[in-house]
T-cell receptor
Framework: KAGVTQTPRYLIKTRGQQVTLSCSPI?????VSWYQQTPGQGLQFLFE???????NKGNFPGRFSGRQFSNSRSEMNVSTLELGDSALYLC??????????FGPGTRLTVT | KQEVTQIPAALSVPEGENLVLNCSFT??????LQWFRQDPGKGLTSLLL?????REQTSGRLNASLDKSSGRSTLYIAASQPGDSATYLC????????????FGGGTRLMVKP
């Protein structure tokens, strides 16, 4: 069974731009969660989607948004990028609740 | 608000040593606890998952224990090898809150040949 895939793997953007990251979960998994990892704040939960509905949201500004499609693939969008948005963005998929499997991440650099 | 702390933040040991990594959490209302491994710049690899009703889990040279009432978990690595060098993260999943993991800051382990 293929694992969680994330595209692109690396991205360089300038301040003020917007970016869209994509995550394809393990086949059959209906939950996709997104996390941000930075050296200063560690790993922080962004949001979770389950069956196309946002089930949970972390403490991030409204510039961070996401969605999930009927095939469970998920995208997250960050608008008006700031330098502090530079991070490794990880997504994880789960069948429903519990064991989560992580993708390789997307490294976003904002200049 | 759940807080997860890992001690020590960094650890350097010679090859062959047995070692213990610690994780503590403030809210015992958890569904499960997972230990992950992360190599530099990479994603997370799940090592062990302990359900809240379990006391420990074992996989090869790894053993994780959970004491929910005291808010503590330990990851025991036997006969460490240079290939074990990585950052180890523990994370807790709350009850009835969806897949919203709270992570500790990690322990960066270096095993010297």
């Amino acid at each position: 069974k293929a694992g969680v895939t994330q595209t692109p793997r690396y991205l360089i953007k300038t301040r003020g731009q917007q970016v869209t990251l994509s995550c394809s979960p393990i086949s059959g998994h209906r939950s996709v969660s997104w996390y941000q990892q930075t050296p200063g704040q560690g790993l922080q939960f962004l949001f979770e989607y389950f069956s196309e509905t946002q089930r949970n949201k972390g403490n991030f500004p409204g510039r961070f948004s996401g969605r999930q499609f009927s095939n469970s693939r998920s995208e997250m969008n960050v608008s008006t990028l700031e330098l502090g948005d530079s991070a490794l963005y990880l997504c994880a998929s789960s069948l429903g609740y519990g064991d989560q499997y992580f993708g390789p991440g997307t490294r976003l650099t904002v200049t | 608000k759940q807080e997860v702390t890992q001690i020590p933040a960094a650890l350097s040991v010679p090859e062959g040593e047995n070692l213990v990594l610690n994780c503590s959490f403030t809210d015992s209302a958890i569904y499960n606890l997972q230990w992950f491994r992360q190599d530099p710049g990479k994603g997370l690899t799940s090592l062990l998952l302990i359900q809240s009703s379990q006391r420990e889990q074992t996989s090869g040279r790894l053993n994780a224990s959970l004491d929910k009432s005291s808010g503590r978990s330990t990851l025991y690595i036997a006969a460490s090898q240079p290939g074990d060098s990585a950052t180890y993260l523990c994370a807790v999943l709350p009850n009835n809150a969806g897949n919203m993991l709270t992570f500790g800051g990690g322990t960066r382990l270096m095993v010297k040949p």
